[in-house]
């Protein structure tokens, strides 16, 4: 486990972490514990599918009767959906890394496990916080800057956006939120804070680590989601409006969305869970 001594100048001073060493620990850790890495997330996975599952129902349905007669009150359902959706499933999220956390082999010796399902979710909406703040000044930095660039120039400013937006949400969660699991079970406070300030200096063997554990299983799931939504449900429809209708009436095509969904979300929880021991037992060990 990291140690909660471990000073931002120590962990500046660390070099040489091996990111692949890293991915191949929290894989052998997969494999040798797949049954009880199961059993401590089934819950948590079953609520967080019943809450994005009544999301999308709700979401669809309400983006359907606004597109055939605009409301105000209809709309505003329909973000609370989400917003509902995204809350929970935080809440999901933190009860199933804070499950990894507690069944990961040998018992870890960390000494703030009590309240840990607590910091957790602190620190996701934090996370999701300043994300959507800083994704919104970006859109409107963009927005800006597409209504008063000469014409030549305004069309690349969509692509700026983009490019910046998924820039800092790569830095936020390779600085911040990676290490987060761990440091939720080691300290009281400050998580997102002390993430920063100890993987300053190993940004690109973090950023490497985070695209195999986090994004990839992630990218993998939803990419056979894709696919099975598109051979099964109907996508014969012209307009948003009957691509929503259609879609709050499938309710097949929801459940396969709500799962792919969950499935990974879960899948990146936990590999980020083990993964961010792994990182620091090595960040520990190089000290």
Known sequence: ???????????????????????????????????????????????????????????????????????????????????????????????????????MPGGPAVPQLRGLEARMFAAILRLLAIGAVGLAFIGACAAFAGAHLPSGLARYSAWCGWSVALLFVAVMSVRCGFLAPVLAATERRSVLRRGWSLSSGHGLSIAIVWLVLTVLPALVLQVLGEIFILRFADASFTTLAQGAERLAADNLALVAIAFFLVAAAVASSVMTTLGSFALARDLVRRT
């Open 1 to 103: 486990m990291i140690s909660t001594t471990l000073s931002s100048r120590q962990a500046a001073e660390v070099r040489g972490i091996r990111p692949w060493r890293v991915v191949r620990q929290t894989l052998d850790v997969v494999v040798a514990n797949a049954k009880v890495l199961i059993r401590s997330i089934r819950l948590a996975a079953l609520l967080m599918f019943a809450t994005v599952l009544s999301s999308l129902k709700i979401y669809f349905t309400c983006l359907a009767s606004y597109w055939q007669q605009p409301s105000v009150r209809t709309a505003s359902i329909a973000v609370s959906s989400v917003v509902v959706g995204v809350v929970l499933s935080a809440l999901a999220v933190a009860i199933a890394s804070s499950n990894v956390t507690r069944a």
